[in-house]
């Protein structure tokens, strides 16, 4: 409540963002086509929910999750935002604007995705018309993460298909030089015609939801525990792959335990087995990657003694 009274210009700000909000309400969605609703708001809970399935089901369900993260991370943020000096800033009209015009590019090209961009464009200049230049600077890290509340749809296949190729031809080199297991990859299919098993690593089994994942904690931890860009780069990058690693220790799962019991047990691992605990192994490795690269970047470098001081060091 202290921090709600030191805000200034909150109804000035909500009037705006219920004006903004409706207007994307009401003529959000270009494409009635294929989702007949002019929200976008329904639109992006159709692509999250991938057409209404359950949010875990779904490739893309972690954009439903990223609004909560931002408002953690801006509520984190509290008291730097507050001690601003907060006030209207008239140029951030301009951003607005610029949020305008991305809609209507996104309605002229019919690709929500666009306004879907357009739309938090615009939320962002609000920001700073309430509040300042300041707050627009203080706050464009948190707003960031907005990037990932934008649907790839078909347009993440030519990323998913290499994806899957890679995890296929990774899976059967360690299976044959490192586990012994005959198993022939034949596109995307893993197949052991000796022990009657086969496996598709189909879209779904890509690993671009949890890169996805890894690359936004990624982005995350870079921000918050680091100074300089390249340390943030470094952690940044580090998100594909671990990314890549988790998935790879899920497929080569499957493939032992059907090496083990035969195809039935492969389904049992590959459908997450007890309370889906096996679904979470991607995670596992990208986020101890994390880390465990967040300690050894923190942790202090010895300083080499200068030459003068060892050799005085050296005298008796």
């Known amino acids: ?72 991370l801006f509520w984190m943020k509290r008291k730097e935002l507050l001690g601003l000096r907060l006030g209207v800033w008239w140029p951030g009209l301009l951003l607005l604007l610029s949020g305008v015009g991305l809609h209507l590019l996104g309605f002229l090209c019919q690709q929500p995705r666009i306004s879907v961009v357009g739309f938090f464009v615009g939320i962002y ?18 707003f960031f993460l907005f990037v990932f509340c934008v649907p790839l749809g078909t ?8 994806l899957r190729l890679l995890v296929s031809e990774l899976v059967t080199v360690i299976a044959h030089n490192v586990l012994v297991i005959n198993v022939i990859r034949h596109g995307t299919s893993l197949i052991n015609p000796t022990e009657g098993y086969q496996y598709e690593v189909a879209a779904a089994c890509s690993g671009i939801r949890s890169m996805m994942a890894t690359l936004a904690l990624s982005v995350i931890l870079a921000f918050f525990s680091f100074r300089t860009w390249w340390k943030r780069l470094l952690v940044i990058g580090s998100a594909f792959p671990l990314a ?25 691992v590959h459908d997450g087995g007890p309370l889906d605990l096996f679904s979470l192994l991607p995670y596992v490795p990208a986020f101890a990657g994390l880390l465990l690269l967040e300690h050894y970047l923190h942790r202090p470098r010895a300083i080499a003694p200068a030459p003068e001081a060892a050799s005085q060091e050296g005298t008796p």
């Open 1 to 72: 409540m202290d921090c709600w009274h030191r805000l200034p210009n909150k109804g000035f700000f909500l009037l705006l963002l219920a004006a903004w909000s409706i207007l994307f309400q009401l003529v959000g969605n270009s494409t009635r086509g294929y989702i007949h609703t002019s929200s976008l708001f329904f639109y992006l809970f159709d692509a999250f929910t991938a057409g209404g399935k359950a949010l875990l089901d779904s490739e893309e369900g972690y954009g439903m999750l990223m609004p909560l993260v931002v408002l953690g």
């Open 125 to 142: 200049g609000l920001t700073g018309l309430a509040w300042g230049q300041g707050w627009l600077r203080a706050s464009f890290f948190p």
């Open 244 to 268: 890549l690693l988790g998935n790879l220790l899920r497929m080569l799962t499957i493939v032992i335990a059907a090496e083990l019991g035969g195809q039935q047990w492969g389904n049992y």
């Open 155 to 162: 347009l993440a296949l030519p990323v998913t298909f290499r």
